[in-house]
C-alpha cells in the first residue's frame, strides 16, 4: 500500500492495527507491531501532505525502536532512512540529511549477510539521499551517490523501473 501511495487503505489498515494491538496482553505488545503501525502511518501522513504530522508520529516509532534490548539495527535502518525521507518532504533538507547520513553508517556498521559479509547500502535509501543532497545543493556527491543507485537499479532483478524514473 505505501509502494502504490493506497494511502486510504493503508489508513483504514493502520486503525485496524491499533484497534487490535490495543486488544493484546501487554506483554504481547511488542515494540515491532507498535513501531510498524506508527511507520506505516507516518508514510499515510506525509503522502497525503502532512509531512510534520507524519514526523510527529514517525519519531514515536523510532524512540521505541531505540528503546528495544538488543538494538534491531535493520529496522532502525529502515525507520531513520523514513524519517530522512520525510524531513525532505517537510523541506528540512539538514536534517534529512543528518538521518540518512545516520541510516547509511548503521547500515554500514551492522548489516550483514548470514556469513557476516557487509551488505551493500539499500539503493532506495541510497537513492533517496541522493535527491536529499540535491536540494542542499551538494551536487557532485549527489549526482555521484545517484549514478551508483542508477547502475544498482539496472541490475536488479526484477528491475525496480518506479526508481529508475
Not at 500500500?1 to 494511502?7: A, G, L, Q, R
Not at 508520529?57 to 528503546?67: I, K, Q, V
Request: net charge negative.
Amino acid at each position: 500500500m505505501v509502494e502504490t501511495h493506497n494511502y486510504q487503505e493503508l489508513g483504514g489498515l493502520s486503525e485496524v492495527a491499533g484497534l487490535a494491538i490495543a486488544t493484546l496482553d501487554p506483554a504481547e505488545h511488542s515494540v515491532d507491531l507498535i513501531s510498524s503501525r506508527l511507520s506505516y502511518l507516518g508514510f499515510m501522513q506525509e503522502g497525503t501532505g502532512e509531512p510534520l504530522k507524519a514526523l510527529a508520529t514517525a519519531t514515536e516509532g523510532y524512540r521505541l525502536r531505540l528503546s528495544e534490548n538488543p538494538l534491531k539495527h535493520l529496522y532502525l535502518c529502515a525507520t531513520e532512512s523514513n524519517i530522512g525521507y520525510m524531513y525532505n518532504s517537510a523541506n528540512n533538507h539538514l536534517e534529512s540529511k543528518r538521518f540518512f547520513e545516520m541510516t547509511r553508517d548503521r547500515w554500514a556498521g551492522f548489516v550483514r549477510t548470514e556469513d557476516g559479509e557487509p551488505v551493500p547500502w539499500n539503493t532506495v535509501h541510497k537513492t533517496n539521499f541522493g535527491r536529499c543532497l540535491v536540494y542542499l545543493n551538494e551536487h557532485d556527491e549527489a549526482a555521484r551517490i545517484l549514478d551508483e543507485s542508477v547502475q544498482a537499479f539496472k541490475a536488479s532483478r526484477p528491475v525496480n523501473w518506479a526508481m529508475l524514473a
